[in-house]
């Protein structure tokens, strides 16, 4: 793995984060603590502009949820299942268990789990999928999306930019794990706050 962050940080520019990005939010499993952090680590430096960095993986990560949103929209739970219970989805980490883990945090928390859901590494690449499934609305799909996803990458390029004024290189990746697993834990419990007041809300005007 630090050789895949050695490698970010030599080839990284603004297209190359937004395919990564793209792949990360797909099926594919691809951390984006090895792309945006090792990104950011390089605007930091004055190579890149964090700012275009956080907007070429927020691009790059709605595409490929849109990727999800579309095969599921179109094709259907049995094809989804078809392609998580296949060698290619094993190869990729998926599994028949976890869409459904997906799908039930969908139909528990509707469409604002599609932001939400962005922000906690167990759901991010698979909340797309829900979305297509139960026919969310498109427009609103990708405001969520965008949304979450600009959030994430914003706190990993935060993590990236501040780490490079004390953490040398072969250092970064052990770091940005430590700081994207504690915020992580913090979203995850904000987002089930938000879900939470949202819900009695809406039980209150009815």
């Not at 793209?22 to 605007?43: D, G, R």
């Not at 275009?52 to 929209?73: E, K, M």
């Not at 938000?194 to 039980?203: G, L, R, S």
Request: aromatic share 16%; hydrophobic share 50%; proline share 4%.
């Amino acid at each position: 793995m630090e050789s895949l962050v050695e490698f970010c940080l030599e080839n990284l520019n603004y297209w190359t984060v937004s395919f990564f990005m793209m792949i990360e939010s797909s099926f594919i499993p691809f951390p984006s603590e090895v792309v945006v952090p090792p990104a950011a680590y390089k605007a930091a430096a004055g190579e890149l502009n964090v700012f275009l960095v956080v907007l070429a993986a927020t691009l790059g990560a709605t595409v490929g949820a849109i990727i999800n949103y579309g095969l599921a929209y179109f094709l259907g739970r049995p094809f989804i299942y078809y392609i998580v219970n296949s060698r290619f989805g094993r190869m990729c980490l998926l599994s028949q268990d976890k869409v459904e883990v997906a799908e039930r945090y969908f139909e528990e928390h509707g469409a604002l789990s599609t932001m939400v859901g962005r922000l906690m590494p167990a759901v991010r690449q698979l909340i797309s999928i829900p979305a297509g499934l139960f026919k969310m609305n498109f427009f609103m799909f990708l405001l969520y999306t965008a949304i979450g996803a600009g959030l994430w990458n914003s706190v990993l390029a935060a993590i990236g930019y501040y780490l490079h004024s004390f953490i040398p290189q072969e250092e970064l990746l052990v770091k940005v794990k430590e700081y994207s697993h504690v915020i992580s834990l913090i979203f995850f419990l904000l987002g089930g706050a938000v879900i939470a007041y949202v819900i009695y809300k809406t039980k209150k005007k009815n």
